[in-house]
C-alpha cells in the first residue's frame, strides 16, 4: 500500500513562515516520474489545489492565492516533497494535504488527477 505521510504543520502568526514536508517511504514506483501536489481544506469550505510539482517534467504550479508566498521542491532522492510557506495569512489555515499522481497534462488542480493522499497536516494561522 503507497502511503504518503504530510508533517511541518502547526500554529503560527500571520506573516510567518512554515515548511511542509511529504514523504513517500518505501514508495513501490519511480517518485521521478510522479507529480506532488498539495491540497488544503478548511473548515466549511471546499477542497482547492495549492501547488504541484512534477517531477516527470519539473513544472510547477501555484494557485494564484499562494503565488509569491509558497515555494515548492522535490528531493527526489529522498522521496520527499517540501512546500515553503511564507507570509502566511489567516485565509491560509486549514488542513493540507499531499498527493501523488501521474500528470500528464496541466490538470494539476484537479484531484482525481491524483491516485495517492496522505492524512494531512495542520496550519493555523493567527491574526
Known amino acids: 500500500e503507497v502511503q504518503l505521510q504530510a508533517s511541518g504543520g502547526g500554529l503560527v502568526q500571520a506573516g510567518g513562515s512554515l515548511r511542509l514536508s511529504c514523504t513517500a517511504p518505501?514508495?513501490?514506483?519511480?517518485?521521478?516520474?510522479?507529480?506532488i501536489a498539495w491540497f488544503r481544506q478548511a473548515p466549511g469550505k471546499e477542497r482547492e489545489a495549492v501547488s504541484c510539482?512534477?517531477?516527470?517534467?519539473?513544472?510547477?504550479y501555484y494557485a494564484d492565492s499562494v503565488k509569491g508566498r509558497y515555494t515548492i521542491s522535490s528531493e527526489n532522492a529522498k522521496n520527499t516533497v517540501y512546500l515553503q510557506m511564507n507570509s502566511l495569512k489567516p485565509e491560509d489555515t486549514a488542513v493540507y494535504y499531499c498527493?501523488?499522481?501521474?500528470?500528464?497534462?496541466?490538470?494539476?488542480?484537479?484531484?482525481?488527477?491524483?491516485?495517492?493522499w496522505g492524512q494531512g497536516t495542520q496550519v493555523t494561522v493567527s491574526s
Open positions: 498527493a501523488a499522481g501521474l500528470l500528464y497534462g496541466d490538470s494539476w488542480y484537479i484531484d482525481y488527477e491524483y491516485d495517492y
Open positions: 518505501g514508495f513501490p514506483y519511480d517518485f521521478g516520474d510522479y507529480a
Open positions: 510539482i512534477n517531477n516527470g517534467d519539473s513544472k510547477r
